[in-house]
């Protein structure tokens, strides 16, 4: 596989961008060797510039869902730019994507629409700091929410990737109104929130974690998180920046029946453009400017090309058997995996919900970032790699989720399992 364009652009982006990329699990520190650099994508193939080509199971970190360059997104997009790309004043399709989204997600009444998933969850939590006049909020290891300084706290993704223990520039006075539970433990969460009540105004959770690999939830955790936010009287935020649209139509909280105050999504709402949103409860919604005093606003905000993209996009995954298709295809994909890591008696650990599938090399059941964080990452990086040869672009690191879009064919899904299974036996 020659690499040579990628490896002389990345290097010439080191002279100018802080580690040669913008976000910093591109740079493939944790598995090694220089980041390809894209030349375009279309459907479930990628292409480098050096040529070489790729079924991806990336799909930019989750917003792909229908493929990459989907013609009808596409044509959407068209549309929009040629009436100009930001207004900084109300449009219609604003309103549009809002109403879908109000009627696809069971919890939300009201909702914003922002820049980013970051600026969602940074939104919420101002929000729901306001409504419940309490400063702490509690969110559980592994979990990412973004990179906003309360949020980094013993975060995912990234920064499990590099393995960076805290981030400088942070207050300690920011991280000590955070505090952090291990995913799925009960026990513990409730010995906080007993202890800290008076001061908790949040708890914020990824519903399926995706940041520290896939870790599904337990049967009991998302129903006990809302029971004891309501004794309390504490908000309950979804961070469904991943799930929402991509384990069900309705979010995690529809394929969970848990309705939490606040959501925070990004993303697949955005057709592969920047965005993100919150929105909740009626009442608290109505406490953000200007029909409230709590401030928040983005000059980019709602802008009518991204709009137009994501209300594309759910369209598209409104019409009928769309999820039923993509809940079969990754159910095939997984077995496969699973069946290859088997044969050669590789231990690997599989988890999934919906179109998101992890595959840990631990021969332990994953349950939270402890248990996450005793996979085997040299292997990885070697099973990375391998699949890279074969034609397969996965996520540069273990602690991140393998996706599914609507254009990942049968033919596709069996050349991956293939690849899979040469890599595996190599291993």
């Known amino acids: 596989m020659k690499t040579t364009k990628s490896r002389a652009l990345f290097n010439a982006a080191k ?40 079924v991806d199971y990336v799909l930019s970190w989750g917003p792909m869902i229908l493929g990459h360059a989907h013609p009808s997104v596409l044509k959407a997009i068209i549309k929009a730019a040629k009436r100009g790309s930001s207004y ?26 922002v820049n980013s998933g970051t600026e969602a969850v940074m939104s919420a939590i101002r929000l729901a700091r306001a409504f419940t006049k309490r400063d702490s909020i509690l969110k559980f290891e592994g979990c ?48 906080l929130i007993q202890k800290h009540a008076k001061d908790l105004a949040a708890i914020i959770v990824e519903p399926v974690a995706g940041n520290m690999g896939v870790v599904p939830p337990s049967d009991e955790f998302l129903p006990w998180l809302r029971m004891i936010t309501k004794k309390y009287g504490i908000l309950l935020i ?22 939490p105050d606040l959501t925070c999504l990004g993303k697949i709402i955005g057709g592969g453009l920047p965005i993100g ?23 980019l905000s709602g802008n009518p090309v991204a709009v137009a993209a994501g209300i594309e996009t759910l369209r598209q995954l409104k019409k009928p058997g769309v999820y039923k298709e993509l809940e079969r295809k990754s159910k095939a994909i997984a077995e496969g995996l699973g069946e290859a890591a088997k044969e050669a008696r590789i231990p690997y650990y599989q988890t999934r919900v919906g ?26 990086a070697i099973f990375f790699h391998g699949m890279l040869r074969n034609g397969v672009y996965v996520a540069p690191s273990q602690f991140e989720a393998m996706l599914l879009s609507t254009a990942h064919s049968d033919s596709k899904i069996k050349h991956t399992i293939s690849a899979a299974r040469k890599v595996f036996k190599m291993l």
Not at 31 to 53: A, R, S
């Open 88 to 113: 900084g004043a109300p449009c219609h399709d604003e309103t549009e994507l809002a109403r879908l989204i109000v009627q696809a997600v069971p919890s939300i009444e009201q909702v914003r629409l």
């Open 144 to 191: 990412y929410h973004g990179h906003a300084d309360h949020m980094l706290v013993k975060a995912g993704s990234g920064i499990a990737t590099l393995g960076i223990p805290d981030t400088p520039g942070v207050p300690k006075a920011f991280a000590r109104q955070t505090l952090t539970a291990p995913y799925n433990d009960i026990i513990t969460t409730e010995k």
């Open 355 to 380: 179109a998101m599938l992890g595959g840990f090399f631990s021969g332990s059941p994953v349950t939270d970032f402890a248990s996450a964080k005793k996979s085997d990452t040299t292997k990885y």
């Open 15 to 54: 002279k100018i961008i802080p580690g040669g990329v913008n976000s910093p699990v591109r740079a493939f520190k944790s598995v090694g060797g220089d980041p390809l650099f894209i030349k375009k994508g279309k459907g479930v193939i990628l292409e480098d510039v050096d040529g070489n080509y790729f």
């Open 238 to 259: 979804f961070d469904e920046v991943i799930t929402g649209f991509r384990v069900h139509f309705g979010g995690a909280q529809a394929r969970f029946k848990v309705m």
């Open 277 to 299: 949103a919150y929105g909740g409860r009626k009442d608290i919604m109505q406490m953000i400017a200007p029909a409230g005093p709590v401030y928040q606003a983005g000059t």
